[in-house]
Nanobody, 125 residues
Framework: QVQLVESGGGLVQAGESLRLSCAAS????????MGWFRQAPGKEREFVAA????????DYADSVKGRFTISRDNDKNTVYLQMNNLKPEDTAVYYC??????????????????WGQGTQVTVSS
């Protein structure tokens, strides 16, 4: 049983950067694969980035590859999403997710069994 809490969202202009954090509590997430998903108003939740339990493997949606970087610090029980060169189409609620069932990075929403409450990211043009 683990709780995930996102932070770091806000309002920025296009081209600027933002760093999201996902703090886990209750137990260690060092054995969990972790991911970031986002959901814009009126749209379904979509995959953004994922990282394996050790941080050795990562995966990104094509729309963010080269701009976003997922990382983790298992000693701090925290996952990060560095977002550079933000675009208006990045505007969404961003969710941190984890799976206790796999240590491999996954792009599939249904494989994650722990979710944070979300943090709003708004990018103006």
């Amino acid at each position: 049983q683990v709780q995930l809490v996102e932070s770091g969202g806000g309002l920025v202009q296009a081209g600027e950067s933002l760093r999201l954090s996902c703090a886990a509590s209750g137990r260690t997430i060092r054995n969990y694969a972790m991911g970031w998903f986002r959901q814009a108003p009126g749209k379904e939740r979509e995959f953004v980035a994922a990282i394996s339990w050790s941080g050795g493997s990562t995966d990104y949606a094509d729309s963010v590859k080269g701009r976003f970087t997922i990382s983790r610090d298992n000693d701090k029980n925290t996952v990060y999403l560095q977002m550079n060169n933000l675009k208006p189409e990045d505007t969404a609620v961003y969710y941190c997710a984890g799976t206790s069932y796999s240590g491999s990075a996954s792009v599939f929403l249904y494989e994650y069994n722990y979710w944070g409450q979300g943090t709003q990211v708004t990018v103006s043009s």
